[in-house]
Structure formats: structure tokens, C-alpha cells
């Protein structure tokens, strides 16, 4: 079956330019998560929805950072303002219960961000 | 809070060697612990998970892990390295109930499978 899927899986922006990446989640699957993946480290989680419920945000960087998953599927992170230090592997990951710790989270392959 | 240390950010085997990838992590709770590989330009996928049943787990191509409490860690394993091992393996924590499973990640170990 279909897996995660992430648009576009590379991004080049000019500093201070708006971007948004899409991510389109196994179908049903209620918990969807955006993680952050500089250069040579590990994915750092940056926010969590449960069906259209953003529950937790506390690893948006800033507040250039915007995700939203309206109807409880597709998942939009928008990152305002670009900067530098955006630069990085945005992957999108979803599971099919809600909280639950030993729930797999199935990943997406990722947008590539390079700003210029 | 939750925290994942990996061992050697690289590690290099010849084909057919033991491969031995190491994870210790720090939890305020009883872990759930998971491996995951990733191949150039593509996303994550996982090797196996510890739930808190069985402490020896066993996950695809080959690869187990052990979770040993006292010593807080859940070594990576396989017997006999292929080619096709070559690739960045994460080791990661969940936080549990209160935060919708999260994961914490180390930094990764990046295998090198030599022939």
C-alpha cells in the first residue's frame, strides 16, 4: 500500500523567502509528526498532531514555524522568513493510533531545504 | 526527559564481519526503544522496537537487539554484515503517554560495509 508521501522533496529558497511543505500521511492514521534532520544528526521532532489536533509544538524552533493538519490528514508545515539555519531534511512521519509510546511511526522520505 | 547516546558515529566492518552498533539512553520511564535504518535520500524505516515484552528483539534483515535496564542500553546486532547493511542507523526513545509518542533520537551511526 501507499506509504507516506512529502512534497517537494527538494526545496531551493532565497533567505527570507515563505515556504510550505506538504505531507500526505498513511491513509487513517490518526497521529501525524513533522521532525527536523540537520546535516549528519539525528531527526529532532518538532510537532505533533492527532487528527486535526496540534497537541504538542514545542519543538518549533520559532515562530517562522507553522504546521497545520486541517481535516486530519494532509499535514502542512510552513516556515516563514527563511533563514540559513533552515537548511535541513524536513520528514513527516505518521502512525495509526493516538498516544500510545510503542506505536511505529512510519516515515516519509523527506523535503530536502537548502536556503541560499 | 528522554535522551539517546550512540557510540561511534561511524563504524566500519568487512562483509561477513559481526555488526555491533551501540545505543545507551536515559529515561525517566520504562522506555520504548526503537532502531531505525536510513538509505541516501530516502526516509526512515524501522528495524525493530522494544515494547517491554520479550527483552532480546528480534527485527528484519537479520538484525536484533537487546535491552538490558541495568545498563540502560539497546545494543544493535547482526552476525554476518552484507553490502546492503551500508547505511545511517538511528537508535531512538519514546517519551510515552503524555507527549503523543514522540521520538528522541541519537545522533546516528553511519555503517560502512567494506568487501
Known amino acids: 500500500g501507499a506509504g507516506v508521501s512529502q512534497s517537494p522533496r527538494y526545496k531551493v529558497a532565497k533567505r527570507g523567502q515563505d515556504v510550505a511543505l506538504r505531507c500526505d500521511p498513511i491513509s487513517g492514521h490518526v497521529s501525524l509528526f513533522w521532525y527536523q534532520q540537520a546535516l549528519g544528526q539525528g531527526p529532532e521532532f518538532l510537532t505533533y498532531f492527532q487528527n486535526e489536533a496540534q497537541l504538542d509544538k514545542s519543538g518549533l524552533p520559532s515562530d517562522r514555524f507553522f504546521a497545520e493538519r486541517p481535516e486530519g490528514s494532509v499535514s502542512t508545515l510552513k516556515i516563514q522568513r527563511t533563514q540559513q539555519e533552515d537548511s535541513a531534511v524536513y520528514l513527516c512521519?505518521?502512525?495509526?493510533?493516538?498516544?500510545?509510546?510503542?506505536?511505529?511511526?512510519?516515515f516519509g522520505p523527506g523535503t530536502r531545504l537548502l536556503v541560499l | 526527559a528522554q535522551s539517546v547516546t550512540q557510540l561511534g558515529s561511524h563504524v566500519s566492518v568487512s562483509e561477513g564481519a559481526l555488526v555491533l552498533l551501540r545505543c545507551n539512553y536515559s529515561?525517566?520511564?520504562?522506555?520504548?526503544l526503537f532502531w531505525y535504518v536510513q538509505y541516501p535520500n530516502q526516509g526512515l524505516q524501522l528495524l525493530l522496537k522494544y515494547t517491554s515484552a520479550a527483552t532480546l528483539v528480534k527485527g528484519i534483515n537479520g538484525f536484533e537487539a537487546e535491552f538490558k535496564k541495568s545498563e540502560t542500553s539497546f545494543h544493535l546486532t547482526k552476525p554476518s554484515a552484507h553490502m546492503s547493511d551500508a547505511a545511517e542507523y538511528f537508535c531512538a526513545v519514546s517519551a510515552g503517554l503524555n507527549a503523543g509518542n514522540m521520538l528522541t533520537f541519537g545522533g546516528g551511526t553511519r555503517l560502512m560495509v567494506k568487501p
Open positions: 529515561s525517566s520511564v520504562p522506555p520504548y
Open positions: 512521519a505518521s502512525s495509526p493510533m493516538r498516544a500510545g509510546g510503542q506505536e511505529t511511526q512510519y
